[in-house]
């Protein structure tokens, strides 16, 4: 046995190995490697249809991968290995609880106010007492800078801040890591600043990220960490500065320009 | 989920069990017999109700109620349709029918019958001034209406009439009046009573139906021997000290008890009453069958129906061949049978295998398993109908299958399916009318039973549809106010 604590210093919050994953003949994840260290942000970048959200999804166990290890802190699923049935579903259920997922097109739960949908899960599935999960709720709220808004129902709220409202719902489970899927792509322009600053705050505070986007230039940002994906196969990961300002890869090059120079 | 399940089965477990220990509790409480007597209701003067109390009266309730004081029976009076008195009394929902049993061989061979407590003679009756029709033998290839299971019935068709079947003499009357059949073979006391009660000249009697005398008895089946021998025993003793002559001369003013006890005369009639008379005097206990049966019957199999609905969509959604093809089996047998038959086969057939529910009760499983029938589709569209990202949305925050049902689902399904169940909900008020014929006492029976006695079927009717209909107008705004507080989350 070595020394745990040692062992714990050294591991990555995130650990994704040999991940392998096929939606019928399409393979859309062909082997994918990465690591994410406590308190960075890991920003996929790359074309649609590269399995960038698929990797994103299989972390939260949305897609079980059908090959592949997934560990976050302490709770690490072999797929390929994975027992059908009841067994199955309970280590799939315990690798999901180590993450929260803000989605594309926020998901909220329209017959519930704001502050309902942000304390649902740790009142119902994780069984907190209920005034100190609204206390915390309060707290995330004022975070998301939508402290006034907590008896609204969602289709009160614009765009940016129903997402907001997606983004406290998952902080509220008090995750390893959080997940954000294209978290702007369904917002109006002028409205995408607003929850991109709230992402750029979450990382500053020390939340782990891992984010799906579209925006390069808020990836350079705020990304600690950059993969490229392309075909289902890291074409090129790094830190953000050398994978979006000096891209080895031609294919990361092509997307890069394609991005940033539409036309 | 299991909360629901449970709760399908407390509430199975309350209507099926309830009703039951009553009855035996009842049953228990008193050293007497218990005899339930299966009639009409809807035969006068024989079996119908007072038009002024609602009291059942007539002479074979008289009888059968002198008969009891004698052997030392408790009666209990079941009321329902000629049709299905044989079949009630072989499902021992009944021990005795009191309603002017004819004798013939087919019944001598497979029912145990008492000696005679009435004789007669069937008449042929005729639209007035029909000369086509004059005896028995006018009948061959012409359509006579009458309960398609009375001795009657057999005495036209074997002088090779069609018959159409009808409930009661009231109705064959009615039907005779306008045209629809040509003639009418019946007991002449029923006619006889019917011409002077309504004082309708449409019809009149043409004949005798043959030379021999009919005779009435009480049927019983023919394992209950006891029960005919103190029957039997009650009869000679009645016949001897004058009671039977006294109910008989009181009805009749003939003693109809012995061959030759003179000719019946009913000219006095039971009196004609106006339609407001009626109306005013029925409106009660169409109410009462309203409140007491119909409306609980339909919330009671609406409350099962939909619990069951929702068991029965989930299982067609799940991903298990065998639980979705259970489903879809029992969706499509419900929804491809006709109502009145499912209700026959929980309240006639099943007791053939021993599976035996009081009247209501089997009116709440049929009905039950109807409204789930069709309620599981529309349950099952509306779950569907949810967006998938409130699934996964739920998953991620780590709430299970049953809690993202209960809590984030349903909610959203209720929304879509209310119209459509509201749809469920207004049908099955109506069907419940169904319930008349498996002996239920519910609002279209009771209009039935005052309009078997005074003929004023197009006010009696059009009175019962008012009901129905006042009630379904409540449902509506119900529905109405229901989807305005669904929709208080939904941008508008």
């Known amino acids: 046995m070595t020394d745990t604590t040692e062992r714990n210093a050294e591991r990555a919050r995130v ?52 090959r592949g290890v997934i560990g976050i802190d302490d709770v690490e699923v072999d797929f390929a290995a994975l027992p059908p049935g009841k067994a199955g579903r309970r280590a799939s259920g315990l690798l999901r609880a180590q993450s929260g997922m803000v989605f594309q097109a926020h998901n909220l739960f329209p017959h519930r106010t704001v502050l309902e949908n942000v304390i649902e899960g740790p009142v119902v599935a994780q069984k907190r007492p209920r005034e100190e999960a609204v206390a915390d709720a309060r707290t995330l709220l004022d975070q998301v800078r939508l402290g006034d808004r907590g008896d609204a129902y969602p289709f009160q709220l614009s765009g940016g801040q129903q997402q907001r409202v997606g983004i406290a719902r998952a902080l509220a489970l008090k995750p390893r890591v959080v997940l954000f ?39 350079e940002q705020v990304a600690d960490q950059v993969l490229f994906l392309d075909g289902g196969v890291i074409v090129e990961k790094g830190p953000s500065a050398r994978v979006i300002g000096d891209p080895r890869e031609e294919r990361t090059r092509r997307f890069l320009k394609r991005v940033l120079d539409p036309g | 989920m299991r909360r ?23 049953a228990r409480d008193t050293g007497q017999p218990v005899v339930r007597v299966g009639t009409e209701g809807t035969y006068p003067p024989f079996s119908f109700h007072d038009p002024r109390t609602q009291a059942l009266g007539g002479y074979d309730i008289e009888v059968v109620e002198a008969i009891a004081d004698q052997a030392g029976w408790k009666l209990e009076f079941v009321e329902t349709q000629w049709d299905t008195i044989f079949p009630a009394l072989d499902a021992r929902r009944i021990d005795v029918i009191a309603n002017q049993v004819s004798v013939n061989d087919e019944r001598r061979s497979k029912y145990g019958l008492s000696d005679t407590d009435t004789y007669s003679h069937g008449v042929v009756v005729r639209r007035t001034g029909d000369d086509g029709v004059k005896t028995l033998a006018d009948l061959k290839g ?51 009573d019917y011409l002077a009660s309504t004082g309708s000249d449409d019809v009149e009697i043409a004949g005798n139906a043959g030379e021999e005398l009919s005779e009435q008895v009480l049927a019983f089946r023919k394992d209950d021997s006891a029960l005919v021998d103190q029957a039997n025993r009650a009869i ?21 008890s012995v061959p030759d006890g003179g000719s019946a005369d009913l000219s006095e009639g039971r009196g004609h009453r106006g339609t407001w008379e009626v109306l005013r005097s029925t409106a009660w206990p169409m109410l ?14 609406f409350a099962i129906g939909l619990a069951l609905a929702l068991v029965v969509a989930l299982a067609r959604i799940s991903s298990s061949r065998i639980l979705s093809g259970l489903a879809r089996a029992f969706i499509s047998i419900i929804r491809g049978t ?12 099943l007791p053939q295998i021993g599976l035996k529910f009081p009247p209501f009760t089997a009116a709440v499983i049929a009905f039950s398993l109807n409204v789930a029938g069709y309620a599981a589709e529309v349950v099952r569209a509306a779950i569907l109908a949810v967006p998938k990202g409130q699934f996964e949305a739920a998953a991620t925050i780590g709430l299970g299958y049953s809690l993202t049902l209960r809590r984030i689902v349903l909610p959203q399904a209720a929304r879509t399916a209310v119209p459509p169940l509201s749809n469920t909900l207004l049908s099955l008020l109506k069907d419940t009318s169904l319930g008349s014929v498996v002996l239920l006492t519910e609002l279209f029976r009771e209009s039935q039973l005052a309009a078997a006695e005074s003929n004023e079927f197009l006010a009696l009717y059009a009175f019962a549809g ?27």
């Open chain 2, 142 to 192: 012409k359509t006579t209406a009458q309960s398609s299971t009375s001795n009657w019935a057999k005495v036209a068709r074997d002088a090779g009439a069609n018959v159409e079947a009808v409930e009661g003499f009231a109705q064959a009357a009615e039907l005779l009046a306008q045209g629809r059949v040509d003639a009418i073979v019946n007991d002449n006391i029923a006619v006889l």
């Open chain 2, 236 to 256: 000679t003793a009645l016949k001897a000290d004058g009671t039977l002559a006294g109910i008989s001369r009181k009805y009749f003013k003939a003693d109809v």
């Open chain 1, 15 to 66: 650990r994704v190995s040999g991940l392998e994953k096929s939606f019928g003949d399409n393979k859309v994840l062909r082997g994918i490697d990465f690591e994410a260290r406590e308190g960075t942000s890991t920003v996929l970048l790359g074309p649609s249809g590269s399995g960038k959200t698929t990797v994103l999804r299989s972390l939260n166990v949305l897609e079980t991968p059908d």
């Open chain 2, 4 to 26: 629901v399940l449970r709760g399908v089965v407390l509430l199975l477990l309350v209507v099926f069990v309830a009703p039951s220990q009553v009855a035996a509790a009842s």
């Open chain 2, 466 to 492: 008012l009901y129905y209909w006042v009630i379904c107008v409540g449902l509506s705004a119900a529905q109405k106010r229901l989807e305005t507080r669904l929709d208080r989350y939904v941008a508008t």
């Open chain 2, 338 to 349: 006709p109502l009145l038959l499912q209700l026959f086969i929980v309240f006639y057939g």
């Open chain 2, 288 to 301: 009462v069958g309203l409140v007491k049966v119909t409306i609980p019957l339909t919330l009671l199999s």
């Open chain 1, 181 to 219: 899927d294209e978290p702007t792509s369904a917002l109006d322009p002028e409205l995408v600043g607003e929850v991109l600053a709230v992402i750029k705050d979450l990382a500053a505070d020390g939340w782990t990220t891992v984010i799906v986007t579209h925006e390069i230039r808020f990836a």
